[in-house]
């Protein structure tokens, strides 16, 4: 079967012919890839920005899949069309005994410590798997969990946004800022989004953003419009962080989700103490946000902005995450 694997960091991941699993090992499920998704982070794994990733590996974390085999106890079946965390859980460390089975702590990363998805057959966890209710696509599916379920945890549950809140955006035009801004006007927000690229400003609009900024410099222009934010989902990270920290209000939350050039930054100490802001790190979604972020599909709450390509068509995803100019997330099928 074709699937596409990184050899080396710093190299180009290729697709290869590899061998088939021939079965699903115990507590596993076989299946038939329909979507995956690509996301920032098979890019940063295959820069060596993951050391822990083993290689070499198949990429991808992101999926949707046609059951084809179970080996254990589950809700599954041979048939059904599934999806699941961006990982494997233990079901049984403090985190996941308490429902945060995105901190699980013996978790293993699809495309990094075990095979990923941008393959025609995986291995999946059946613990960390849900199955896909009917009306969501299998596009859609293959981002509920890295995208929607994430979003909807980053957003409400760390961020703790409610109905009326002002929420901003950054790169509100990429594969999780255009579903961030859908996922806070589903809870009720004014979202202000921002994008570096004119030629996105209207889809954005389209989705749902009360407000457009487009620019690097925004934070002026936030304060002037709303007065500020309660909420930033950043969704860049090191370059717009000082902007977004600017344009929170008095015991405003940046909710950090994306961090593309893995930098640091200078956290202005006294900004923080006296506007009592406060920064929380998001990552991954649990398995009540996954199957409530399949359910917001279903009802049309969550509309997909995809674009898919063929299994082999792979490196123009890349490409255009590396540019910057993916309007949306790009999904492979296999
Ligand atoms: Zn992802």
Redesign the pocket.
Known sequence: MRAVVLRGFGEAPKLEEVERPAHAPSGHALVEVKSA?V?Y?DLLVTQGKFPRARLPVVLG??YSGRVLEVNGESDIEEGDLITGL?HTICDSCEYCLTQRENLCANKRAYGETVDGTFSEVAVVDLKSSVKVPEGVSPEAASIAS?VVGMLLYGIRDVGEANRGDRVLVTGAGGGVGIHAVQVARAIGCKVIAVTRSESKAEEIRRVGAHEVIVGSAFSDEVRKLWNGVDIAVECVGEPTFNESMRSLRVGGRIVLIGNVTVGTFPLPLGLVILKGLSVRGVVGSTLANLREALEMMARGEVRPVVRTLRLEEFGQAFEALKSGSALGRFVLRP
């Open positions: 998704g996301c982070r974390h992101e961006i890295c």
